[in-house]
């Protein structure tokens, strides 16, 4: 029977006493750890973190691990702190409420740890150590500690009872000592042995056989060759006592062996008939497309054979037909232009081909390069704090070949608000310095000073654009063009049938032709935001999808059918633009602002004024059903565009679906009053609330809109 596997995580960067520094990195260790550890697609353990505790409710919650393991269970301690030497050389781990000169009743001792490994049931533990080791003196004491903290003999092996334990520290030498009773070094430094331990679970890199999955062992060497590439002077070390090999992840980096192709296949591709040989490529380059990687790479090795060996037009053909499975990653260079240190820009590799080509893993060249693999490519996140110009690669690997996607851009100080400038006044004339009068001689009177004119005042210069923001393209995209025409084409085609309709005014308004105007006003509106060329990237976009989401109801008159249609093409156009704009990416986030909540709660009450109408006509007649039914559609409709909009990213692409989704609303809300049946039975108190929420919506997105472009 398999047993569980438990891991607790004992993260303390915060301290009571001053003379221990906090430490920065626990916390982000405790979380990243156990979010690999809790993903079941890396590994299925049962993870319990503890944060910045007291010494003896850490020691409970240890206890509590390994009394509780039954002899299958596979447990794991990880601790991120402080490790302390006593004058008599005995290893501690500070808590929260740690003093340096009584470290037996404060911190918690090596020697207790390895006492409850002892009298655990389980024959697989391993304890993991992220500390940065001193010694501790007395006050006044000034003495700065060298030399080795040998870690591993607070675990002496042995004394187990064949049960199998690990221990893997991430340094065993002092990196921290005290002076009196504080640190010498205080400088808080990132943890690279846990950050090496995630990323090598995450990734698979660890998995330095390609079986799927990561042994211990394994892991080890990871961690050595990682930690010690990203800092020499610290060695990691390991004292492991295990039969056999204890598997702790899975891994993605699986090697996928060739299935050999049939016998016939074979010999077609051998055979001494060169037009044989040819249709045996054929056939090859069909399962080279196959689902099933083993089928694809068994073709592909062959393909490569007749390539490097058959004569000329064969071997081109082959060739050509290998070609279609070579590694491809879109795009070729990732540019982040300028980036303001401290942010974090994600860019996304995808990969394209036949499976076999996106069968890939992923490689940065440099620690600042964060890279995570995704459906379809890898999401690149930047981790660059240098001031200057980068330039890094990710090496893009698979069964077929490998490719490297180029990395760059410039990092820049966040920009310092301008002072505004004083306002320049117009210089006084200096007085003449005032003397008593003279008798004799009486002195001639000079001429007044002419008046000093005051500069006229500088016009203000337009504020540049920030660099960041690129401008729009002058050459309108293809696709937004075609959505901006199929836009106006609803809106022509709806201006016909509304005259049609209507032969006079009191017609237009009796047979129900002034519930086309709102609908041709927003789908003219949106046809020009597809055309201007500030507007769409992503606002024409934004109003052409919201606006379309209520075309897909079905009801109101045959006639709309074409008029829907075309906004439905329109709004698919508009997304083809925006995804072949590589400067837009959509995404969703969560809400932020009074603006967006507010519209929330606007399209909420439209909502319940739609479901309070569907109720009376329910009551009404039960041959109002089928339109009470429409209500509940049209108000099921409206809540998933709110909401939507909401989390839509960027901003004003959800801005301006919330834009299309009142105005959408609104033209429902207008066809369903005219339908309503003349009757006092039937208030219409539900359509006002529902008018008056989408018009609400309406409103409180032009405010949104206004803020935007302030």
């Known amino acids: ?96 409420n740690t003093r340096p000169e009584r470290l037996a009743s404060s911190a918690v001792p090596a020697d207790f740890v390895q006492r409850c ?40 092996g042995g004394g187990l009872g064949g049960r199998g334990r690990a221990v893997i520290t991430a340094s065993n030498s002092i990196e921290y000592a005290f002076e009196g009773d504080h640190l010498a070094d205080d400088h808080a430094r ?22 799927g999955w990561i042994a211990l062992s394994e892991l080890y060497d990871y961690l050595f060759d990682s ?45 001494p008939n060169m037009f044989t040989r040819l249709g045996a490529v054929t056939e090859l380059q069909r399962r080279l497309t196959s689902e099933n990687l083993s089928v694809a790479i068994g073709a592909h090795e062959v393909l490569t054979a007749m390539a490097q060996t058959d004569i000329q037009h064969v071997a081109e053909a082959a060739d050509l037909a290998r070609q279609e499975a070579l590694v491809r990653a ?33 490689t940065a060249s440099h620690s600042w390069l964060r890279v995570t693999e995704v459906d379809g490519g890898a999401e690149i996140r930047l981790d660059q704090v240098e001031i200057g110009a980068f330039d890094g690669r990710v090496t893009v690997t698979g069964p077929t070949g490998e490719v490297a996607v180029r990395v760059e851009g410039q ?47 500088e016009t203000p210069k337009a504020p540049r654009p920030p660099a960041e923001l690129p401008a729009p393209s002058l050459k309108p995209d293809p696709f937004a063009v075609a959505a901006g025409l199929f ?88 997304l083809v633009s925006v995804r072949r704009d590589r400067s837009v990416r959509l995404g969703l986030g969560k809400p932020r602002g009074a603006l967006t909540f507010a519209a929330l709660v606007a399209g909420i009450g439209g909502v319940a004024g739609l479901v309070v ?32 909009g909401a989390f839509l990213r960027p901003a004003a692409f959800g801005v301006a679906f919330h834009g299309g989704v009142a105005g959408g609303g609104i033209v429902m809300v207008c066809m369903l009053f005219y339908a309503l049946p003349s009757s006092s039975r039937v208030t219409g108190a539900g359509w006002g609330i529902a008018l008056g929420m989408v018009l609400s919506l309406a409103v409180v997105t032009g405010f949104a809109a206004r803020k935007a472009k302030g």
């Open 117 to 156: 490994m002892r009298m655990s049931r389980s024959r697989s533990i391993v304890l993991l150590l992220d500390c940065c080791y001193g010694g501790a003196f007395g006050r006044g004491v000034a003495v700065r500690a060298t030399g080795e903290a040998n870690v591993l003999d607070a675990f002496p």
């Open 227 to 271: 930690v010690r590439e990203r800092n020499p002077n610290q060695t990691p070390s390991r004292d492991i006592e295990m039969q056999g090999e204890l598997y702790l992840a899975r891994s993605r980096r699986r090697r996928i062996k060739p299935s050999p192709v049939p016998a016939d296949l074979r010999a077609a591709s051998e055979d």
């Open 613 to 644: 109408e569907a109720g009376e006509l329910f009551a009404y007649s039960s041959s109002r059903a089928d339109e009470g039914a429409i209500y509940l559609v049209v108000a099921m409709t409206l809540l998933i565009g709110t909401v939507l």
């Open 487 to 574: 836009a106006f084409a609803a809106a022509v085609y709806l201006v016909v049938i509304a005259f049609q309709v209507s032969s006079s005014v009191e017609d237009f308004f009796e047979d129900g032709g002034w519930t086309l105007s709102p609908l041709i006003v927003f789908a003219i509106g949106a046809g020009i935001a597809m055309f201007a060329p500030r507007t769409r990237r992503t606002v024409g976009p934004g109003l052409l999808c919201g606006l379309a989401m209520l075309s897909v109801v079905p009801y109101g008159p045959v006639v709309l059918v074409l008029a829907r249609g075309c906004l439905l093409v329109a709004a698919a156009w508009a």
């Open 411 to 457: 990092v820049v100080r966040e920009p310092e608000p301008q002072p505004a400038p004083e306002p320049r006044t117009a210089p006084q004339p200096v007085p003449e310095p005032r003397t008593e009068p003279r008798t004799e001689p009486r002195p001639v009177p000079s001429p007044p000073p002419e008046p000093v004119l005051a500069p006229a005042p």
């Open 1 to 96: 029977m398999t047993g569980q596997r438990r891991a607790l995580i004992i993260a303390n960067g915060e301290y009571d006493n001053p003379g221990l520094s906090a430490l920065r990195s626990p916390a982000a260790d405790a979380e990243a750890l156990a979010s690999v550890l809790a993903d079941r697609d890396v590994s299925d353990f049962d993870v319990q973190v503890v944060r910045d505790e007291t010494a003896h409710v850490i020691a409970s919650r240890v206890e509590d691990l390994f009394a509780d393991s039954a002899p299958d269970d596979v447990v794991l301690v990880h601790f991120s702190c402080h490790g302390l030497k006593s004058e008599s050389g005995e290893l501690f781990f500070a808590a929260r």
């Open 330 to 362: 879109e795009p070729e260079v990732v540019v982040f232009g300028e980036v303001v240190r401290g942010s974090r820009p994600v860019a996304r590799i995808r990969l394209e081909g036949p499976p076999i080509a996106r069968a890939c893993r992923f």
């Open 190 to 211: 990132p943890s690279v042995f846990t950050s090496a331990l995630v990323e090598g679970l995450r990734t698979g890199d660890a998995d330095r056989d390609e079986d």
